[in-house]
């Protein structure tokens, strides 16, 4: 059965930075390309970023381009995004997810993502 936890979430002020992580199981992590999405109060769940299997092509949402990294370890079959300079609309949970397809692909479409997280929590304050 495969299982993504993610963690890491929290409160932060403004200009903070954040370290989330998501360990997953039951699947071959090193072959499943993966992603990060949020959903905000009243809104629909969006695309962060996503990594291919490798980790050598990664994709990011305008919004948080340059601001945010996702990266990986195959070894430890957990996937990392590291938020920095935190803005309060960054404020949602988190989810995490692994890609249907092995070679990823429309990265910002979560219908192509087969399995997800329960999600963690980031509250930005002013």
């Known amino acids: 059965q495969v299982q993504l936890v993610e963690s890491g979430g929290g409160l932060v002020q403004a200009g903070g930075s954040l370290r989330l992580a998501c360990a997953a199981s039951?699947?071959?992590?090193?072959?499943?390309?993966m992603g990060w999405f949020r959903q905000a109060p009243g809104k629909e769940r969006e695309f962060v970023a996503a990594?291919?299997?490798?980790?050598?092509?990664?994709y990011y949402a305008d919004s948080v381009k340059g601001r945010f990294t996702i990266s990986r370890d195959n070894a430890k079959n957990t996937v990392y995004l590291q938020m920095n300079s935190l803005k309060p609309e960054d404020t949602a949970i988190y989810y995490c997810?692994?890609?249907?397809?092995?070679?990823?692909?429309?990265?910002?479409?979560?219908?192509?993502?087969?399995?997800w997280g329960q999600g963690t929590q980031v509250i930005v304050s002013s």
């Open positions: 990594i291919s299997w490798s980790g050598a092509y990664t």
């Open positions: 039951g699947l071959t992590f090193s072959s499943s390309a």
């Open positions: 997810a692994a890609h249907r397809a092995r070679n990823g692909g429309n990265w910002n479409d979560r219908t192509k993502y087969a399995y």
